[in-house]
């Protein structure tokens, strides 16, 4: 009998009769039609490792397995195999009847928001069986409320919010470096409650509306109702956190689950999944209505509707909906401005609009071409709002909970090697560094490769940066064959200080050991050829994974023309479109490969994959997100992209098949202040429908560009931004079109407000401020030298306030050449065993002082830390930021900047 028929006596007979998973019939109809289609499409490609776990699973188990079976995304079910699967299903279960609270949740939160392993966009694990071992007799007796808490108290004591990279890494990774931004947090918090049987969803702002950032936490289900919390962040009580007044300005907050999920608020609803639209939780909102009409005003179907949201000197998405029949499509949104783009294959329109004001908005489909052109627009976010009450009657407590588990965490991390320690080991291992003599006389010595003194710094510096991982890295270094031992520096050098945080021992062993010797630039052999990471796809062992599945006369094809790869994977690899990986997670090589399916970045990393394999320096360009081999010292494109919108209809659109064609701009800037990338402009090229910004290095000054940049030809955008104190932003759009070998020069303009510096309050500064040491300096010898000073109250360990340290350390030498005074800050209810003023990286012209009645001063103003003020030498507050809030040094720097005051 067949897995299919099986399968159907099973899920309708239920002739043993044990209780169904799914027991409303035509939900389990539902899924068992979509998990056939998605194994006859997908499934069956890799039906031994998928599919035959079926066989032993109990009905329950069939019917969860499929559910994700049916509704994962497809790097899923090509990375994991039926065994992590089934393994999922059964800990969910397991979960589901060892806790109180196990049934109390609707068949449809189980299957949504408890049964899936991926919570995120991170790299799966094993965490909900690890969890799930560890708190099972920790929430003993406690009500469902109580156990969802205490589970966030659990995560706080081994993770603390710390700024990282965009990839997501795994929940037991994260808990071995001990900290994570938001993203990873939120995954391991909503992880640990789902491994207890508590219904919980990842909950994130695409961007803010009042701050160029974005933001995660989560909602759980328990006793009946959805709350929110700060992942790793526990507060007192359910609905509590430092985000909760930045989440009263957003313009949109969602989250992301697999299948069908009925609500009230969809945002998209796809045949694999649905994004649920949770602004009404946080935020005053009301519908906005947009119609799409033709010239003569008639209803366009199927248009693309997209909602846009200034942040990071570019249009963000915040959602894409198609027109319905009558053209019309529905979101509901923040009262904040948006940038609405309609657009078919043919046409476009664009318009700003103030949510508030607006019921309807109807966009004519009339633009067929981009003319070089120029206008500007002003965004005003949400208004802010008087902050909601907070009782402090736990808050004392739980202050002194907290800082117990940052102490259980600091344990933990004192077991990190420390910088001496790192030597030791190196010098052991390598016996004689800086000696190749005495390295020559010493019975254990490596003697292929003994690194010098700073080489030897280095790697030790790389092992610190590892913390939790130390041990897989050190395992690299000892295991690592002699003649190998001087890449191990080339490849840790080249992987991010992410992967150094959570790279697998024989994954990088493997690379090591399975990379051609070099015969291009070492730098470009150590980037390209030797290191393992092509993307944010989970970093396997591909080199020796694909080299036995192809002969020995493919490789030596590709390695004479790498186009041969790209031709096998256009002829065996079937491209999908975004529903199939819904979550932007791409599939590590062999997964694409058995998969016989990706989407274009899954695609692009297997070409990659190959060429590396086959001894050809190949790679995903950051900027373009082209697929490129090396070749004759120059970086060559394959995949032919799709052609734009509108060049059927012009003539004189650009031709995207046509690759290594390129052009040129000059960017002119003439402005006084600052202008980087992602903080004051960006640049986007026209590609399927809309623009994508071109991924040039975040922070990088305009000064620091080529003076004549290559581009491909194509339409492009340039935005141009300055966020304002209040959260408005002065933007200005330009659209220019580069054709083939043209050279064009754009004129950079950021807009400045036309409107001087405005104290905002005033306060009587005290004669003398009192360093915490006890020593006291004369207020006015710190403000005299500008007439200005900044003072900032901080909350240490919260992330708002890690933010503020961070950007004051990132722009450290902007703040030491203006020789602002700072002055920091800590409540004494705030202090804690674990404060270490030295440990920040800080202005030079900084004193940590103890507590003055200035805050009492700003009471008026509903200061929440961290506040951060700058007051002149009349008690002008002439800039002042509270709570969370990205971006308010900058804004700092520039109102000191902005002030005329003479020596």
Not at 162 to 188: H, M
Not at 353 to 368: A, G, N
Request: net charge negative; proline share 5%.
């Amino acid at each position: 009998m067949t897995i299919f028929a099986l399968l159907i006596v099973s899920l309708w007979g239920c002739g043993s009769g044990s209780a169904h998973l799914i027991a409303d019939t035509s939900v389990r109809k539902a899924v068992l039609e979509k998990f056939e289609v998605r194994k006859a499409e997908f499934l069956n490609n890799r039906g031994s490792e998928l599919l035959s776990v079926l066989d032993s699973a109990s009905l329950q188990e069939r019917e969860g397995l499929m559910f994700l079976y049916a509704y994962s995304t497809l790097s899923d079910l090509s990375n994991y195999d039926g065994a992590y699967f089934l393994d999922q299903v059964r800990y969910a279960l397991m979960a589901r009847d060892s806790f109180a609270w196990g049934r109390m949740a609707s068949d449809a939160d189980f299957l949504h928001f408890v049964l899936p392993p991926r919570a995120g966009s991170e790299n799966l694990d094993s965490a909900r069986r690890v969890i799930f071992r560890e708190l099972l007799p920790r929430l003993r007796g406690m009500s469902m409320t109580e156990a969802a808490l205490e589970v966030n108290h659990w995560c706080h004591e081994r993770v603390v919010y710390q700024a990282a990279d965009g990839r997501t890494s795994a929940p037991l990774a994260t808990i071995k470096t001990a900290f994570g931004r938001c993203g990873e947090e939120s995954v391991l918090t909503v992880t640990a409650l789902r491994a207890v049987g508590i219904p919980a969803r990842q909950i994130y702002t695409p961007r803010w509306a009042h701050q160029d950032d974005n933001h995660a936490w989560v909602e759980f289900w328990a006793d009946g109702k959805w709350y929110y919390c700060g992942a790793c962040e526990p507060e007192p009580d359910v609905n509590m956190g430092w985000f909760t007044e930045p989440a009263r300005r957003t313009m949109l907050t969602a989250t992301t689950t697999p299948g069908q999920y009925a609500s009230e608020y969809i945002i998209n609803e796809e045949p694999n999944y649905t994004r649920l639209n949770q602004i009404d939780n946080y935020a005053n909102a009301k519908d906005l209505y947009v119609q799409v009409v033709d010239e003569a005003g008639s209803p366009v179907k199927g248009a693309t509707v997209r909602f846009l949201l200034y942040n990071y000197a570019e249009f963000y998405p915040l959602a894409a909906l198609k027109s319905d029949h009558k053209g019309f499509s529905r979101l509901r949104l923040g009262m904040g401005d948006i940038l609405v783009w309609a657009g078919d294959d043919e046409r476009f329109a664009y318009e700003k609009v103030t949510v508030r004001e607006i019921d309807t908005l109807v966009l004519s489909l009339s633009k067929k071409s981009f003319d070089d052109s120029v206008f500007s627009l002003d965004f005003i976010p949400p208004g802010a709002q008087p902050p909601l009450a907070v009782s402090d009657e736990k808050r004392v407590e739980n202050n002194k909970r907290l800082a117990y588990e940052d102490s259980l965490r600091g344990v933990y991390e004192s077991t990190f090697m420390n910088e001496s320690q790192t030597m030791e080991f190196i010098r052991s291992r390598f016996s004689g560094i800086g000696s190749k003599e005495s390295a020559d006389s010493k019975e254990n010595a490596c003697q292929n490769f003994v690194p010098d003194k700073q080489t030897g710094k280095e790697l030790a510096g790389l092992l610190v940066k590892s913390r939790g991982n130390h041990g897989e890295l050190c395992r690299v270094i000892n295991e690592v064959e002699p003649e190998f031992l001087s890449r191990v520096v080339d490849i840790l050098r080249v992987i991010s200080e992410k992967d150094l945080r959570d790279a697998r021992a024989d994954v990088l062993l493997s690379h090591i050991r399975n990379t051609s010797a070099t015969k291009d630039d070492h730098k470009i052999w150590s980037q390209y050829l030797l290191n393992p990471r092509i993307g944010i796809e989970m970093m396997t062992p591909y080199k020796e994974e694909l080299m036995p599945l192809f002969p020995e006369s493919f490789w030596l094809d590709v390695a004479s023309n790498p186009k041969v790869a790209e031709k096998w994977i256009e002829e065996n690899i079937k491209l999908v479109d975004d529903n199939e990986n819904y979550i932007k997670v791409p599939s590590v090589p062999l997964g694409t490969y058995k998969m016989r399916a990706g989407d274009l970045v899954s695609r692009n990393i297997l070409f990659v994959a190959i060429c590396r394999t086959a001894g050809v320096a190949a790679r995903i360009d950051q900027v373009t997100g082209w697929a490129q081999y090396y070749a004759n010292n120059e970086w060559v494109n394959v995949f032919e992209k799709p052609e734009t919108d509108f060049s059927a209809q012009n003539n004189s659109a650009p031709n995207n098949s046509v690759q290594n064609v390129t052009a040129h701009i000059s960017l002119k800037y003439n402005g006084k202040a600052p202008c980087r990338y992602y903080f004051n402009f960006t640049l986007a090229r026209f590609e399927n429908g809309f623009f994508r910004t071109l991924e040039f290095e975040e922070g990088k000054d305009i000064k620091l560009f080529p003076t004549s940049l290559q581009l491909e030809p194509g339409y492009y955008m340039l935005v141009t931004g300055n966020r304002l104190g209040d959260g408005s932003v002065l933007t200005n759009v330009s659209f220019f079109n580069l054709e083939s070998g043209s050279k064009k020069v754009v004129n950079v303009v950021v807009r400045d407000p036309e409107n001087s510096v405005e104290p905002v309050a005033n306060i009587k500064l005290p004669d003398f401020i009192t360093r915490m040491d006890g020593s006291k300096i004369e207020t006015g010898q710190l403000i005299r030298t500008y007439g200005a000073i900044a003072m900032i109250w901080l909350d240490p360990g919260k992330e708002p306030t890690r933010h503020v340290l961070n950007d004051l350390s990132l722009m450290k030498k902007s703040f030491d050449e203006s020789l602002l005074p700072f002055v920091f800050f800590v409540p004494k209810e705030k202090l804690t065993d674990t404060f270490r003023p030295e440990s920040y990286v800080l202005p030079a012209n900084s004193v940590f002082a103890s507590e003055s009645d200035i805050n009492k001063q700003l009471s008026d103003l509903s200061a929440q830390l961290p506040v951060v003020i700058l007051v002149n030498n009349k008690g002008d507050v002439l800039y002042f930021s509270s709570g969370y809030k990205i971006g308010a040094c900058e804004q700092l720097l520039k109102t000191f900047g902005s002030i005329s005051i003479k020596k």
